[in-house]
């Protein structure tokens, strides 16, 4: 009886340990998410997909505007759907960045363009609530949910430096809010901080340290909603909590951080940046942290990790050559020191015309050294730049290996992965990079499909390794083109060989001693499974391509 109880211990102990074996290989297999290694999906919220049709139309916004300056439809409800359905699952998307949601101007201007609404989401009528056109509080809530149970961070678009532009119905803030002019010349930083961007553009007095009483018609707009004395009573809370002055920018700040507090949202990408102070951004990122703790402290089993909050600067014209330093001309600004864990990296499309080594070995070299705790953030596309890398959609393919294969976060604009035009007919200005998601092309276009499948090989692949985005980058032969990227934090370790422009059939290929002989590997692109015999492997598929990784 001894014995067999003995025995019995001795397999309940043995059993024990190798579930914590087991566990303990769980969590050093785990693959962790780093903002610096993101592929983070850029939408325009209008624009990407129509989930309720019955939010269309609101405040009357039915005059006829110029092409694509008007409402399409797209909604928060729509990215929802689009997330259940997986689409950006397997696309390897790992974060959304979606432009501003909070409610806009309700009329339009017309700048000689054709009259425009604010679609865009950059003109702000009211911080405090979310435009009906894009959706509600709730839909907020259940698309942050739906994303984070996927795996997915939420980045919104935050917008402190301007307001809307004044119209009948949406007038000027007062005087001590904002200036109406001079209008910038972006000569120094004197002329790109104290004015406005453009004409009927009023700019945030964001340098205001005096106490300011809230605008006439936001408190006339929250009484009529039924709203005011909650707004209120928050805001009093807030300014007592921290001390701060009731000054224009610690307003907005709260506003902006109410999205963080109430629904979770992981980041923001902040708008205009080098055109307001930059210890603004400093102060601001500092209130984003707070509302950040405060969420995950009041939601414990919602958090995804251990992760700060996210923010990425747009700074027009920011090269990642230049470092970590912007120029003014008459003055040097290092914005990752003034509350920015990135920045977007304009010069990404002009590096890429060089070889993939040139791309890949002097981005790796950049963000292992200079810019080591930091990252940018690459793009061919977006929803401003009049000269994106492939304006005719001809080089997807290319577009797809260097953006997702280059160190650093990746910016996927919505239809980059179905080559969605970029010139459209009839259009004016940035309205051109503007049209609605082709979703039609993609369920029944073959190129639009092919495109779309190499972009979602090479996404999951850069998604399940962020030795691409972080990792140390090394060539192992240039021909073939072959190399290794390599990353480690604590107990994880990543390391992948890619292999590019090799040619079609079967494939020989020495890869040194990167992997042991004996090592199983799988070719992510195919889906084939080789080993490691003799120093080499060797392929058999239809592609030039081959992402292996270890099983």
């Known amino acids: 009886m001894k014995k067999s109880i003995l025995f019995l211990s001795l397999v309940i102990l043995m059993q024990n340990f190798s579930c914590k074996k087991e566990a303990e290989v769980a969590v050093q297999n785990k693959v962790p998410f780093l903002w610096e290694a993101a592929t983070i ?204 002055p009731r000054t224009p920018r610690f307003y907005i700040m709260k506003w902006l951080a109410d999205y963080i507090e109430e629904f979770g949202v992981d980041g923001y990408r902040a708008d205009t940046v080098k055109h307001t102070e930059e210890n603004v951004w400093k102060e601001f990122k500092t209130v984003c942290e707070a509302a950040f703790k405060t969420w995950k402290k009041n939601n414990p089993e919602k958090v995804l990790d251990d992760n700060s909050f996210y923010t990425v600067a747009e700074i027009y014209n920011y090269n990642i050559s230049a470092g970590k330093a912007f120029d003014f001309g008459d003055k040097k600004v290092n914005y990752f020191e003034n509350g920015f864990n990135s920045i977007i990296n304009f010069e990404f499309k002009y590096n890429a015309k060089e070889s993939y080594e040139t791309l890949f070995s002097s981005y790796s070299a950049k963000l292992q050294n200079e810019l080591k705790g930091y990252g940018v953030l690459n793009y061919f596309t977006s929803h401003d730049d009049g000269s994106p890398f492939d304006k005719e959609r001809k080089r997807g393919y290319e577009s797809a290996i260097k953006l997702l294969l280059s160190p650093g976060a990746s910016q996927v604009y919505y239809g980059d992965e179905s080559l969605r035009p970029l010139v459209i007919e009839g259009t004016v200005g940035d309205a051109t990079l503007r049209s609605f998601m082709n979703w039609d092309a993609i369920s029944k276009d073959t190129v639009v499909q092919r495109n779309l499948a190499h972009w979602q090989k090479l996404g999951e692949f850069r998604k399940n390794h962020p030795s691409i985005g972080a990792g140390i980058h090394k060539m192992i032969s240039s021909k073939p083109y ?70």
């Not at 492997?537 to 270890?550: G, P, V």
Request: aromatic fraction near 10%; glycine fraction near 8%; include cysteine.
């Open 482 to 551: 072959l190399f290794t990227r390599e990353y480690k934090q604590g107990s994880f370790k990543d390391k992948v060989i890619v292999g590019l422009d090799l040619p079609n059939g079967i494939k020989e290929i020495q890869i040194a001693k990167e992997f042991k002989n004996g090592t199983l590997l799988k070719d992510a692109y195919s889906g084939k499974e080789v080993a490691v015999r003799n120093n080499k492997i060797t392929i058999d598929s239809e592609f030039d391509i081959i992402l292996l990784e270890k099983i």
């Open 41 to 244: 999906y850029f939408l325009l919220t209008d624009r990407f997909n129509n989930g309720n049709l019955e939010n269309d139309i609101n405040f009357e916004r039915a005059k006829e505007t110029g092409v694509l300056r008007g409402f399409e439809g797209g909604d928060i409800q729509g990215i929802t759907q689009k997330i259940k359905e997986g689409y950006f699952d397997k696309l390897g998307i790992n974060a959304i960045w979606m432009t501003p949601i909070v409610e806009q101007i309700h009329d339009g201007v017309d700048e000689g363009t054709g009259m425009t609404y604010g679609y865009h989401g950059y003109w702000a009528k009211d911080w405090t609530a979310i435009d009906p056109n894009f959706g509600t509080k709730e839909d907020l809530k259940e698309m942050v949910a739906v994303a984070h149970a996927h795996g997915i961070r939420v980045v919104l678009d935050a917008v402190i430096n301007h307001t809307g532009p004044v119209t009948e119905k949406d007038p000027v803030w007062g005087e001590e809010w904002v200036r109406t002019n001079p209008q910038c010349t972006y000569q120094n930083y004197e002329t790109t901080v104290a004015c406005t961007l453009v004409a009927n553009l009023p700019d945030v007095k964001t340098e205001n340290n005096s106490t300011v009483e809230l605008p006439k018609h936001l408190v006339e707009k929250w009484k009529k909603e039924g709203r005011y004395e909650q707004e209120v009573k928050e805001l009093d809370a807030f300014f007592t909590k921290t001390g701060y």
